[in-house]
């Protein structure tokens, strides 16, 4: 059950607030999925009502209301010579109070797939009986919830990460405090969140320690990978080798390899912490191909696969396991909810190649180019009978700005970004279809809308 | 052997670079445990300690391919302790690495690795 107060100031002495759309906010703003709203005036003089918002016809209530109580019909409650405890600025309003006994004060609204459920033209009024005032009205709902709505897990990631960099050394915080307040998509700790909520033991303190392990872990790997790929910025900051040096990035990245590790161990779900530690090795088995990959670069579609698959999906796969798994999900759940996680990774990480050939990106245009990072639109490129020869000549020569821009040119001419982008949302339909295998508590639509947005945020 | 053989996948070439010592010197350490999971365990321990060798910790940065190598090691000890050693093994061995990583990166000398392993085997004690 969540409480809210719906406020608002009338401008006539009788007049129909409609708020309608006031009460639909606050079902969205709640998570209500199906359930009941609780309207209730904190007034004697302001009245509730459900009818159509037809000028005409609020004008006729307002006729009706004067014609049965009319002002100065000589009301017993305005004769103040009777009455006792009477403020200094007591209104005469003995009309209003009637008007208000022939409406009411409170209503009950259904709400069904969070939406309420009203008639075609039915809208909710504040009827206000003694303006202009200023009014409140008081609201609660209540039923069932979409279980993690998405603003507050979200902050309360932010906070579990910060609470665990304070009790960290400096040398290390520090370097990861920078990292995590640069931002990042939260994709992996949204992932343990949403299906954490799925099982029996929905215990959402367990999930965000949890959640904000796995971004820690994340972290930790782009550390190492960033002095792998010698690569000098990381969203918008130097990173870490960069910064501080690379003795000091392996350090960090070990000890919140390290830290984060026994964080999930801490949690004491064995399921959990070896849906973690698999995904772990196989980013790093993964990260080992891709460098050995780079003296044929820029490879094939299937070697990208099973690079791509270890280095990004595994940890995709295993936060939505793992997330499952922490709230004794039944175990068809967490294996449609790990093959959901592979390949929403997956087309993830092909989302994230195209930005590499996006100028409306934000990000400098051609930087994987440049360091010879695994990219499936290059890969089809290469393998293009019109724009490949040009591609594999300049890939195989040295890449100075003139040469990358001229790669990412052909690229852009060739039908790769267009082959990548739909092979990503063919992988997006897939994963959406694991889903609907089987019964996820009315998570459905977040997990569908997270992984299309994941796909569309850079096409 | 069969388990040696499966868990040294893409590390074959450090088991002959001294990872089969290590490996030896902490069977030494694990003879508390089942005898079904103290191979494990022993690997468990030995693999990390050359990780961290490998990266370079406390020392001067492992080149990228090395640094890799070192990673892989730590990641598989990490798993083969998830999958078999008791909760306060899993921890003990976690605080252990967190301290020598962050003595490293403070630039303080940290205790001995392998001093710090074994105490972590004898944490379920």
């Known amino acids: 059950m969540t409480a809210a107060r719906i406020e608002f100031a009338t401008s006539h002495p009788t007049e129909f607030v409609d708020i309608t759309d006031r009460i639909r906010e606050a079902i969205r703003h709640s998570g209500l999925r199906s359930g009941r709203v609780y309207l209730q005036s904190l007034h004697t003089t302001l009245g509730i009502a459900v009818n159509e918002n037809e000028p005409l016809l609020l004008s006729d209530f307002k006729g009706l209301l004067e014609r049965i109580a009319p002002a100065g019909a000589g009301y017993e409650h305005d004769d103040f010579t009777r009455r006792v405890d009477i403020q200094l600025d007591e209104p005469v309003n003995g009309h209003a109070h009637c008007r208000q006994l022939l409406l009411s004060a409170f209503a009950t609204l259904l709400v069904e797939d969070g939406r309420l459920v009203l008639g075609r033209w039915q809208s909710v009024f504040a009827v206000e009986l003694d303006g202009p005032r200023h009014r409140q009205l008081a609201l609660q709902v209540d039923g069932d919830f979409v279980r993690t709505p998405l603003e507050v897990p979200e902050t309360l990631v932010e906070l579990e990460l910060a609470r665990q960099l304070r009790v960290d050394p400096e040398a290390v915080a520090s370097p990861m405090r920078r990292l995590v307040e640069a931002g990042g998509k939260r994709l992996r700790p949204k992932l343990v969140q949403l299906t954490a909520g799925i099982g029996p033991r929905n215990d959402p303190v367990r999930a965000v320690e949890l959640a904000a392990a796995v971004e820690f872990l994340h972290n930790a790997t782009l550390i190492h990978d960033d002095y792998v790929d010698e690569s000098t910025h990381r969203r918008g900051r130097p990173t870490v080798a960069a910064a501080e040096g690379p003795e000091r990035a392996i350090a960090v990245g070990d000890y919140y390899f390290a830290k984060a590790t026994r964080l999930i161990a801490e949690i004491g779900n064995p399921g959990v912490t070896s849906a973690v530690a698999v995904a772990l090795e196989a980013i790093c088995a993964s990260q080992i191909d891709d460098v050995a990959l780079r003296g044929a670069y820029p490879g094939d579609r299937e070697s990208y696969l099973r690079v791509v698959r270890g280095k990004t999906a595994s940890l995709f796969a295993a936060a939505c396991a793992s997330g499952a798994l922490l709230s004794d999900a039944a175990s068809e759940v967490v294996e449609a909810l790990r093959r959901y996680g592979d390949l929403l990774g997956i087309a993830f990480q092909m989302a994230d190649d195209m930005v590499d050939f996006s100028p409306s990106s934000g990000k400098p245009m051609g930087l994987d180019v440049r360091q010879r990072v695994l990219s499936l639109p290059l890969i089809y490129a290469a393998e293009d009978r019109v724009v490949g020869p040009e591609v594999r000549r300049l890939l195989a020569g040295s890449l100075g700005d003139n040469e990358v821009g001229r790669v990412t040119d052909l690229v852009a001419s060739s039908d790769a970004l267009p082959r990548v982008r739909k092979e990503a949302q063919d992988l997006i339909d897939a994963a959406v279809r694991e889903l609907e295998t089987v019964e996820l508590d009315g998570l459905r639509p977040t997990l569908i809308s997270l992984a299309r947005s994941a796909v569309d945020r850079n096409s | ?125």
Request: net charge negative.
């Open chain 2, 1 to 125: 052997m069969q388990l040696l053989d499966r868990e040294l996948d893409r590390l074959e070439g450090l088991w002959s670079d001294g990872l089969s010592d290590t490996y030896r010197d902490y069977l030494e350490s694990v003879d508390h445990f089942d005898a079904e999971i103290q191979p494990r365990l022993a690997l468990a321990a030995a693999l990390i300690e050359v990780g961290l060798r490998l990266q370079g910790l406390g020392a001067r940065a492992a080149p990228p391919t090395t640094l890799l190598m070192g990673d892989l090691c730590l990641a598989r000890g990490s798993r083969l302790l998830a999958d078999n050693a008791p909760l306060p093994v899993q921890v003990a061995f976690a605080r252990a690495v967190e301290l020598i990583s962050s003595a490293a990166a403070s630039e303080q000398p940290a205790p001995a690795t392998r001093r710090l392993l074994q105490g972590s085997l004898g944490a379920s004690r």
